[in-house]
C-alpha cells in the first residue's frame, strides 16, 4: 500500500496537465508570496492528499488555497478554512491535535483522508472547466484505491459534482444539499455534503462551526 501510494503522490506532484496553473504557481513563487509569509518557502506544486488509503472517509474541498495549501503543500493547511475543518476532525476523535501548521507538523489523521477536485491552487480560488476535468482522473483513482471507504464528504458544491462525475452519476438526480447523504447502486460508501468551510460561509453563517462539527461527528463511526 504504501509504494502504492508513493506512486500516486509522485504523479500528483508532478502533473502540468494545466499551463495556467503551471503558470500561477510560478508567479506566486516569484512574485506574490503573502507579507507575512515573504520568507517561507512556498510549495507551489499540485498538492498530494493526506492520510492513509486505508481510511473510511475520504473529505474533498475545491482547491487548495494560494497562501494556504498552495504555500505549505499539504490539503487545508495554512487558512482559515483548514483551522474549521481540522479543529472538527479533533473534536470527532479524528485526529492527534486541533491544528495543521506544516507537513513537519506532529499531526496524524484516524481513519480519515483529506482531498481536493483540484489539486493546484487556481487564481481567484476558480478553476476553469477544463482544469476540473484535467484533475479527475487523480480522484477516480484515489476514491478505487481506497477499499474501505464508507464516506466521502464533499465540501461544496463543486466538490459534489466532481465526485459525481467520477462516477458517472448526474448532478439532477443527487442534488447538493447540507448534511445530506446520497446512496448509489453498487457503491459501498456513500456521499454526504457540506456547505464549504470557507471565511466567507462561515462570516455569513450560511455555515456554523456547530453545523460543520455535527456532519463531521456523524462519520466518526
Known amino acids: 500500500m504504501n509504494s502504492m501510494l508513493e506512486d500516486f503522490d509522485k504523479r500528483v506532484i508532478s502533473c502540468r496537465k494545466c499551463p495556467r496553473l503551471v503558470k ?4 506566486t513563487k516569484k512574485y506574490n508570496k ?9 510549495w ?3 498538492v498530494p492528499s493526506f492520510g492513509s488509503l486505508d481510511s473510511t472517509l475520504l473529505i474533498v474541498g475545491l482547491a487548495p488555497g494560494k497562501h494556504g495549501a498552495g504555500r505549505t503543500g499539504r490539503p487545508f493547511t495554512g487558512d482559515f478554512a483548514g483551522e474549521i475543518l481540522y479543529k472538527a ?3 470527532s476523535g479524528l485526529s492527534n491535535i486541533e491544528k495543521s501548521i506544516s507537513k513537519s507538523d506532529e499531526l496524524k489523521l484516524k ?9 493546484c491552487a487556481p487564481p481567484q480560488n476558480k478553476p476553469t472547466n477544463n482544469e476540473i476535468i484535467n484533475c479527475r ?8 484505491m481506497m477499499t474501505k471507504l464508507k464516506y466521502i464528504l464533499a465540501l461544496g458544491s463543486l466538490a459534489h459534482k466532481q465526485i459525481l462525475q467520477c462516477i458517472g452519476e448526474k448532478q439532477a438526480s443527487y442534488k447538493f444539499q447540507h448534511n445530506i447523504k446520497h446512496k448509489f ?3 459501498k460508501w456513500e456521499l454526504v455534503n457540506s456547505y464549504h468551510t470557507s471565511r466567507y460561509n462561515i462570516n455569513t453563517k450560511r455555515l456554523t462551526y456547530e453545523m460543520f462539527l455535527e456532519v463531521v461527528k456523524e462519520l466518526n463511526h
Request: glycine residues 0%; hydrophobic residues 35%; charged residues 35%.
Open 185 to 187: 447502486p453498487n457503491l
Open 34 to 42: 503573502k507579507n507575512e509569509f515573504v520568507n517561507e518557502k512556498y
Open 24 to 27: 500561477y504557481a510560478t508567479e
Open 44 to 46: 507551489c506544486k499540485p
Open 111 to 119: 481513519k480519515v483522508r483529506i482531498s481536493n477536485a483540484v489539486r
Open 89 to 91: 476532525l479533533y473534536e
Open 137 to 144: 482522473p487523480f480522484l477516480i483513482e484515489e476514491i478505487r
